[in-house]
């Protein structure tokens, strides 16, 4: 059965609010994008991937606000799936910060999942969801009949669910390691040199913020177009722009560069310093060596000349026996 004509929106959007979000995504993603360029921490690149789709999908919002009440279609998909899916990419960079820290705090047999592979389960994990999400966001923008337009929102449903159930596992594992390296931390210099409780609890604020706007999406969908949440502009930008915009400023602040940079720095003054005594040894060793040489060739001399002093006599005693002659 086909489907009544319906609005994209079921409010007039709004311009001044769709600029603003414009603008403060843009500044902090441009803000992480030259701390990502300036510290090397290109594992951080899925989280300004995000911060650009939000950027761009509130764009389409600026636009789609200038079109009231014909909206066109373009804007609105924009802003519909960049604005859905860019969490993912932000949960991406979040995984990996987790397994990098394990790995840097060699905290491997504290975690339940090895670090290396904390990072591969959970970003395949995040891509199934993105991709889900994805799809069911195509469905729904190119519905033309009730049943699709079913089956596009309860896709993005169940994909916003993989993403809830895989960012609960993470916090929970998130939750063991801490508290094992708590009781029981490892012994290495490296434990006391990387601050990484501190971003561990940035981890866990970064992940209730993303966790709160997925239960909120999946809300929105579950009531469908003709629920509160999609009946009201200002639920968005509360519960899903605020939230994102608060969690790129939290680790746009405490950057997880911080501790990489520290312990490339500890692990560069280490290995000057092993530079600098291999070579001192290098040096004693190849003066030892010289000094060995000089010394054999010293004494091979005075042995030799000891020798035919020595032995000088013996020959002239020899030489006048053949002649017959005893020499005194």
């Known amino acids: 059965m086909a489907i009544e004509p319906y609005n994209l929106y079921h409010y007039d959007p709004s311009l001044v609010a769709a600029v603003a979000a414009t603008v403060c995504f843009g500044v902090v993603t441009a803000l992480h994008l030259i701390r990502l360029l300036i510290g090397r921490i290109f594992f951080f690149t899925p ?13 389409g919002r600026v636009i789609n606000s200038k079109e009231t009440p014909n909206w066109a279609t373009g ?12 969490p993912a990419f932000f949960a991406a960079s979040i995984y990996i910060t987790l397994g990098r820290i394990i790995v840097f705090t060699d905290g491997h047999s504290r975690s339940p999942i090895p670090g290396r592979w904390i990072t591969r389960i959970f970003v395949v994990g995040d891509i ?17 009949t009730a049943k699709s337009q079913k089956v596009g929102k309860w896709v993005i449903v169940a994909g916003l669910g993989i993403q809830i159930v895989f960012f609960a596992v993470f916090i929970l594992i998130s939750a063991i390691f801490h508290f094992r390296m708590v009781t029981n931390p490892p012994t290495g210099r490296q434990i006391r040199t990387v601050p990484w409780q501190r971003l561990l609890y940035v981890l866990y604020v970064a992940n209730g913020l993303i ?12 009531q469908g177009t003709n629920g509160a949440l999609q009946a009201h502009e200002f639920w968005l930008y509360i519960f899903d722009g605020a939230l994102m915009f608060t969690m790129m400023v939290i680790l746009l602040i405490f ?23 291999t070579h001192s040894k ?34 002239q005693e020899q030489f006048g026996q053949e002649l017959g002659v005893k020499s005194h």
Do not use: C
């Not at 989280?47 to 999908?57: A, N, P, S």
């Not at 199934?128 to 519905?143: E, M």
């Not at 990489?260 to 530079?275: A, D, E, F, I, M």
């Open 47 to 59: 989280f300004v991937i995000g911060g650009i789709f939000e950027t761009v999908g509130y764009i």
């Open 75 to 86: 804007p609105y998909i924009m802003q519909s799936l960049l604005l859905l899916v860019a």
């Open 128 to 144: 199934i969801s993105f991709f889900v999400q994805a799809g069911g966001g195509g469905l729904l923008a190119q519905a033309k």
């Open 211 to 222: 966790l709160g706007r997925s239960a909120f999406r999946m809300v929105e969908f579950l």
């Open 255 to 277: 950057h997880p560069s911080r501790i990489l940079s520290s312990k490339k720095r500890s692990g560069r003054g280490t290995r000057r310093r092993r530079r600098k005594r």
């Open 282 to 315: 290098s040096d004693r060793r190849r003066r030892s060596q010289r000094n060995t040489r000089t010394h054999s060739r010293t004494h091979s001399r005075r042995r030799d000349t000891s020798h035919h002093r020595y032995w000088y006599p013996s020959e």
